[in-house]
T-cell receptor
Framework: SQELEQSPQSLIVQEGKNLTINCTSSKTLYGLYWYKQKYGEGLIFLMMLQKGGEEKSHEKITAKLDEKKQQSSLHITASQPSHAGIYLCGADNSYSGAGSYQLTFGKGTKLSVIP | ETGVTQSPTHLIKTRGQQVTLRCSSQSGHNTVSWYQQALGQGPQFIFQYYREEENGRGNFPPRFSGLQFPNYSSELNVNALELDDSALYLC?????????????FGPGTRLTVL
């Protein structure tokens, strides 16, 4: 079965600093999803990557998938307190030919931003 | 907000009891997936319902069961509760098609088993 390892487990940064979160897969990634979660709440979709070398950006967040499709990174530029939360990477685990993909998640990276 | 709602928001049960959690999917979505998220862990896939049929199951025992109704809302039932069942239960709805389909998550139900 596929396993996703995220690093670091937690991160504390000063407001305005840049940061990077990594997600490494035990198998080739065919679809890699990044979600943000406020403590104890639901997941908010950020971005999805499929192709080797793909890079997507939304506001100050950039996600990349490496050429070998086994590692992804999430980079936040000029962090703000609103970026605080838990960042989760998820991968398409299986598809039965019906319904939707079933996702496997990493354990998450807890980000705190100090004003 | 995603339009996916879950009830109740919090629940406290004792070992051995049974619990039913509910999920109302986003309008137009025909697939509901359930995930269990223990404290400090990522969500783990329990099962998925597509057009009222179970469509895939994770590594969870049979005492975890579910239903999907004609309006695509869904229930998760857990029998013979154990302490380790304490977790945040998330449902996600989506519109099934081949390839990428974004899953919209509800706010979750926090279950505490004493």
């Amino acid at each position: 079965s596929q396993e996703l390892e995220q690093s670091p487990q937690s991160l504390i940064v000063q407001e305005g600093k840049n940061l990077t979160i990594n997600c490494t897969s035990s198998k080739t990634l065919y679809g890699l999803y990044w979600y943000k979660q406020k403590y104890g709440e639901g997941l908010i979709f950020l971005m999805m990557l499929q192709k080797g070398g793909e890079e997507k950006s939304h506001e100050k967040i950039t996600a990349k998938l490496d050429e070998k499709k086994q590692q992804s990174s999430l980079h936040i530029t000029a962090s703000q307190p609103s970026h605080a939360g838990i960042y989760l990477c998820g991968a398409d685990n299986s598809y039965s030919g019906a319904g939707s993909y079933q996702l496997t998640f990493g354990k998450g990276t807890k980000l705190s931003v100090i004003p | 907000e995603t339009g996916v709602t879950q009830s109740p928001t919090h629940l406290i049960k004792t070992r051995g009891q049974q619990v039913t959690l509910r999920c109302s999917s986003q309008s137009g979505h025909n697939t509901v997936s359930w995930y269990q998220q223990a404290l400090g862990q990522g969500p783990q896939f329990i099962f998925q319902y597509y057009r009222e049929e179970e469509n895939g199951r994770g590594n969870f025992p049979p005492r975890f069961s579910g239903l999907q109704f004609p309006n695509y809302s869904s229930e998760l039932n857990v029998n013979a509760l154990e302490l380790d069942d304490s977790a945040l239960y998330l449902c996600a709805s989506s519109l099934a098609n081949r390839g990428f389909n974004e899953q919209f998550f509800g706010p979750g139900t926090r279950l505490t088993v004493l």
